[in-house]
């Protein structure tokens, strides 16, 4: 494992790691001149330069998503056909329709969902277009759409897609008639679709009243993943949401039932171990001229082991205290010496009962699990998690007294970096700034820093804000925090404080208040990519890829 991966977690890590490639903030980036009069031509400059700083197929995406949103889908649609180079643009069209429709610009995503030329494609953008359709108000239409899909792999889909949107407006008998129509598609089939349709359909069952219904599909959905075992083909995860939800409403009579297949399944695996040991001892002793055969009955199928923890993690934040607790009770039976729970399955269960125990208070049991972890590294980074959960419960006072326990250094940064977190998301920011100085790791001050500044703003101090956020070391760590002002600020302050962001962390940084703050700022990114990348490759115009046709014109200004 990498050094200091365990300690400070995947996401924590990976963002460390990035921020001190790219380096310290240089000395200049504090300088009140830099864009000092806020204006817009001045920062669209900025941005300009900027463009080829952010490349890459997510950074285009990301680019046509909020051209999209700024009502200029030709040019999204341009600049994703001027990718063509790469893999998958017909793919990230279908993705447009989807945005565009999510934005309210049903004429644009109907166009360009009929531009597209290969069948796939449309039929998969005519199942994109139908949720929007619905929120619009016209079920009668969005209906009409479902029922000209092409592929029968897409009905499911499509009509599933209808019953949520329509739910979400409140007619709740449509939804289950539709939802109803959603499972009729897709029949008895084991594909992922299936799975996630049942959860719709049962979600919108109980909404409407129909509890009777709504545990037959959740008993369907058991039924699949049966039927999966543990092969592993992606039911599990819906399982996962069907006792979430029944575990929420402080129904856990089908989470038993796992536990106990759990259970059994764990002990024959454990048995089948021993057996075998000793049939190898057997075999060791046996006349080695004498041929010995061991014939094992077929197992019976039980529920994949994952489940159990996938489950707490998923409800860890939603569910009520005592069901919690009853969940993480149940799970620490599994945890028993003779009950046959190891290896990974059996680390990951550990963990996810650790933090449920410590995000509902129950600190003494959450620590003398993770006492149990023979090796350091491992251990100081789940009490670490532990007193991330025990902050985000609101317990400050004890999880700053654990964090300052903490003997291992990134572990400590990672447990007080969660406690300014949280102190500063609750309004303390006093409390907060005054603790960020106790953190050992000089990227986790920095980016403690950060969520005080965002405090700040919120609280209506902009200008501390500021001061605060530049005392940030690392650039992108920097950016990070000024584009967080962004929003919160007056018109020229924020154009200003966007210019300093892109000059630290590039224009990624500020893209979603890019359009309010500097109208045309998306468009002379992607023009300015786009012109880079004729540049490059001379004689290229910007044509269609192949599978699409030119979207109607009368679009982009």
């Given at each position: 494992?990498?050094?200091?991966?365990?300690?400070?977690?995947?996401?924590?890590?990976?963002?460390?790691?990035?921020?001190?490639?790219?380096?310290?903030?240089?000395?200049?980036?504090?300088?009140?001149?830099?864009?000092?009069?806020?204006?817009?031509?001045?920062?669209?400059?900025?941005?300009?330069?900027?463009?080829?700083?952010?490349?890459?197929?997510?950074?285009?995406?990301?680019?046509?998503?909020?051209?999209?949103?700024?009502?200029?889908?030709?040019?999204?649609?341009?600049?994703?056909?001027?990718?063509?180079?790469?893999?998958?643009?017909?793919?990230?069209?279908?993705?447009?329709?989807?945005?565009?429709?999510?934005?309210?610009?049903?004429?644009?995503?109907?166009?360009?969902?009929?531009?597209?030329?290969?069948?796939?494609?449309?039929?998969?953008?005519?199942?994109?277009?139908?949720?929007?359709?619905?929120?619009?108000?016209?079920?009668?239409?969005?209906a009409g759409l479902a029922r000209t899909v092409r592929y029968p792999h897409?009905?499911?889909?499509?009509?599933?897609?209808?019953?949520?949107?329509?739910?979400?407006?409140?007619?709740?008998?449509?939804?289950?008639?539709?939802?109803?129509?959603?499972?009729?598609?897709?029949?008895?089939?084991?594909?992922?679709?299936?799975?996630?349709?049942?959860?719709?359909?049962?979600?919108?069952?109980?909404?409407?009243?129909?509890?009777?219904?709504?545990?037959?599909?959740?008993?369907?959905?058991?039924?699949?993943?049966?039927?999966?075992?543990?092969?592993?083909?992606?039911?599990?995860?819906?399982?996962?949401?069907?006792?979430?939800?029944?575990?929420?409403?402080?129904?856990?009579?089908?989470?038993?039932?796992?536990?106990?297949?759990?259970?059994?399944?764990?002990?024959?695996?454990?048995?089948?171990?021993?057996?075998?040991?000793?049939?190898?001892?057997?075999?060791?002793?046996?006349?080695?001229?004498?041929?010995?055969?061991?014939?094992?009955?077929?197992?019976?199928?039980?529920?994949?082991?994952?489940?159990?923890?996938?489950?707490?993690?998923?409800?860890?934040?939603?569910?009520?205290?005592?069901?919690?607790?009853?969940?993480?009770?149940?799970?620490?039976?599994?945890?028993?010496?003779?009950?046959?729970?190891?290896?990974?399955?059996?680390?990951?269960?550990?963990?996810?009962?650790?933090?449920?125990?410590?995000?509902?208070?129950?600190?003494?049991?959450?620590?003398?699990?993770?006492?149990?972890?023979?090796?350091?590294?491992?251990?100081?980074?789940?009490?670490?998690?532990?007193?991330?959960?025990?902050?985000?419960?609101?317990?400050?006072?004890?999880?700053?007294?654990?964090?300052?326990?903490?003997?291992?250094?990134?572990?400590?940064?990672?447990?007080?970096?969660?406690?300014?977190?949280?102190?500063?998301?609750?309004?303390?920011?006093?409390?907060?700034?005054?603790?960020?100085?106790?953190?050992?790791?000089?990227?986790?001050?920095?980016?403690?820093?950060?969520?005080?500044?965002?405090?700040?703003?919120?609280?209506?101090?902009?200008?501390?804000?500021?001061?605060?956020?530049?005392?940030?070391?690392?650039?992108?760590?920097?950016?990070?925090?000024?584009?967080?002002?962004?929003?919160?600020?007056?018109?020229?302050?924020?154009?200003?404080?966007?210019?300093?962001?892109?000059?630290?962390?590039?224009?990624?940084?500020?893209?979603?208040?890019?359009?309010?703050?500097?109208?045309?700022?998306?468009?002379?990114?992607?023009?300015?990519?786009?012109?880079?990348?004729?540049?490059?490759?001379?004689?290229?115009?910007?044509?269609?890829?192949?599978?699409?046709?030119?979207?109607?014109?009368?679009?982009?200004?």
């Amino acid at each position: 494992m990498l050094k200091g991966l365990a300690q400070w977690g995947q996401e924590l890590y990976w963002t460390r790691i990035g921020d001190q490639r790219l380096g310290l903030a240089p000395p200049g980036s504090r300088d009140p001149g830099l864009l000092r009069s806020g204006s817009t031509p001045c920062l669209l400059t900025v941005l300009r330069l900027a463009a080829h700083q952010e490349r890459g197929r997510r950074s285009d995406s990301d680019l046509a998503a909020a051209l999209v949103r700024a009502g200029r889908l030709a040019l999204a649609v341009e600049l994703v056909r001027s990718g063509a180079g790469r893999s998958g643009p017909e793919e990230d069209l279908v993705h447009l329709v989807r945005t565009a429709g999510e934005a309210g610009d049903l004429d644009g995503a109907r166009a360009l969902a009929e531009s597209l030329t290969d069948r796939a494609l449309r039929d998969s953008a005519l199942v994109a277009r139908i949720p929007a359709v619905a929120r619009a108000g016209d079920h009668e239409g969005a209906a009409g759409l479902a029922r000209t899909v092409r592929y029968p792999h897409n009905w499911p889909r499509a009509w599933a897609g209808l019953a949520k949107a329509v739910a979400d407006g409140g007619d709740l008998p449509a939804a289950l008639g539709y939802a109803a129509r959603a499972v009729e598609c897709a029949g008895a089939g084991a594909g992922a679709e299936s799975g996630r349709v049942l959860v719709t359909a049962m979600e919108i069952a109980y909404a409407a009243g129909d509890h009777v219904l709504a545990g037959v599909f959740a008993d369907r959905v058991e039924e699949l993943v049966r039927r999966e075992g543990r092969k592993g083909t992606g039911q599990r995860a819906f399982l996962v949401a069907v006792l979430a939800f029944e575990a929420r409403n402080g129904d856990l009579d089908r989470l038993d039932a796992v536990l106990r297949s759990v259970a059994r399944a764990a002990a024959a695996k454990a048995a089948e171990e021993a057996e075998a040991a000793a049939a190898g001892s057997r075999e060791r002793d046996a006349d080695p001229d004498v041929l010995c055969l061991t014939i094992r009955a077929r197992p019976s199928p039980h529920f994949d082991a994952r489940i159990v923890p996938e489950l707490l993690e998923a409800v860890a934040e939603s569910a009520d205290r005592d069901v919690a607790l009853a969940l993480a009770d149940r799970a620490e039976e599994l945890l028993r010496p003779d009950a046959g729970f190891e290896g990974f399955e059996g680390f990951a269960l550990r963990e996810a009962v650790t933090l449920l125990l410590a995000r509902h208070g129950q600190v003494e049991r959450a620590t003398a699990l993770a006492d149990r972890i023979v090796d350091p590294d491992l251990r100081a980074a789940r009490k670490a998690g532990v007193v991330e959960a025990l902050a985000r419960s609101g317990d400050t006072d004890r999880a700053e007294a654990l964090a300052h326990a903490l003997a291992d250094r990134r572990a400590r940064s990672r447990a007080l970096m969660a406690v300014v977190g949280e102190l500063a998301r609750r309004g303390d920011t006093a409390r907060a700034e005054a603790l960020v100085p106790a953190i050992p790791d000089r990227w986790g001050r920095g980016e403690a820093l950060a969520d005080v500044v965002g405090a700040l703003a919120r609280q209506g101090e902009p200008e501390r804000a500021e001061d605060l956020a530049h005392t940030i070391p690392h650039g992108r760590a920097r950016a990070r925090a000024l584009a967080a002002l962004v929003e919160r600020s007056e018109p020229a302050r924020a154009r200003r404080l966007a210019a300093r962001a892109v000059f630290l962390g590039g224009w990624a940084t500020v893209l979603d208040d890019l359009e309010e703050i500097a109208p045309g700022g998306i468009v002379a990114i992607a023009d300015e990519v786009m012109s880079r990348r004729r540049a490059r490759t001379p004689g290229t115009g910007g044509g269609a890829t192949a599978g699409t046709a030119p979207v109607p014109p009368g679009r982009r200004p």
